[in-house]
């Protein structure tokens, strides 16, 4: 009924008159939208590729164009802390007083379904993965459409996240026809999740906000066992936000690179020690050794290291707290040989 009368909405707008894929055009965004089509869209920490969460062939799409298997559930994006109950039931106090704490911003809550949220967005789950995303251009969005937004990150399945709308086109300009340009993104990875079992918060995915940020609201916080042969998020799974060009992790990734005796080497390092060996190919995530802008700065640099032909690529680990630590998430597993990945060297070391 919903889609008819979307249909029917927009049966009476003009077909938006931009042609080009990226845009800043809430219109077309907002056309396409309703239409049925799947729009990437910006978000603080990645670009996401969105749909209307009660159109069920829309949300199939984004599965279609992510190559994502179905059993990966997706996050609903809302517009206020409020449309919480849209999605949810028996939501407990203690996600209010997260949402209230963190949100808009990249904290996404998992809760307890609505009969009405569909089964290919919670990948038949009775939870469903919400969030209120801090970029004005999108809430405006999700306002005008006046539905919630079913959105996974903007890459292939598997792939290096988008930061940037040229990311997403770079990726998917045949499949799209609305990119909505909002810039950069300005936290650069993606949200931390964090669900509710038998009153206690668990943690399933290391994200923008520390797990020391979480506990610093509700006390102390359990970590989802990344072992579990069926990962509660397939953010967890083992290789995932991965280049095409092989990557390592080192803690000295210059002595590293010169053990190697390789040539096209690309290191991914941070903080203000100066190198001078020009047969690298060096990008620098923050000269200040600032973990916030190393985290804003990840993906981008990788997209570049990921597109010069490189035989490997060499990252630096980062101190493991705070955002460093889900740095050193994605860093891990966007390497290629699953001996650099263990769960203590990603939750423990
Ligand atoms: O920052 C972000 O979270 C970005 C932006 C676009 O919002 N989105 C994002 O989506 O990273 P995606 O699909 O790449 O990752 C969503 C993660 C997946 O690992 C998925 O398994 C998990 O959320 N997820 C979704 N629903 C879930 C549920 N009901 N229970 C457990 N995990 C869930
Ligand atoms: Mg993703």
Known sequence: MEKILNLLNIANTAIPKEKKLITTSL???????????????????????????????AVKKI????????????????????SMKEVAVNIPPIAYTLAEK??????????????TILDCITAGKKTVAVRMPNHKMTLELIKRVGFPLAAPSANPFGSISPTSAQHVANYFKKELNVVLDGG????????????????????????????EMIEFVVGEVELLNIDDNQPKAPGMLLKHYAPKTKMIMSEHPFKRANDMLGSKIGLLI????????SRYTVKNLSE?????????????HMHLLDEMGL?????QKFPDAGIGKSINDRLSRACWSEMNYTSTNIFSE
Request: charged share 25%; hydrophobic share 40%.
């Open 63 to 82: 599965f279609e164009i992510k190559k994502r298997p179905a059993f990966n559930p997706l996050i609903v994006h809302v517009a206020s802390i409020d």
């Open 184 to 211: 950069e993104c300005e936290k650069g990875i993606e949200s931390t999740i964090v669900g509710f079992e038998n009153g206690k918060v668990i943690l399933y995915r290391l994200g923008v906000i520390s797990k």
């Open 102 to 115: 963190f949100w808009p911003g990249p904290l996404t809550l998992i809760l307890e379904k609505k009969s």
């Open 27 to 57: 219109a077309k965004a907002t056309w396409y939208l309703k239409k049925g089509d799947p729009v990437a869209i910006p978000t603080e920490t990645v670009y996401g590729l969105a749909a209307n969460i009660y159109d069920e062939n």
């Open 288 to 300: 200040n050794g600032d973990v916030a802008e190393a985290a804003k700065n990840l993906y981008a």
């Open 270 to 277: 941070f903080g203000n020690e100066k190198f001078t060996d």
């Open 311 to 315: 035989e490997l690529i060499i990252a």
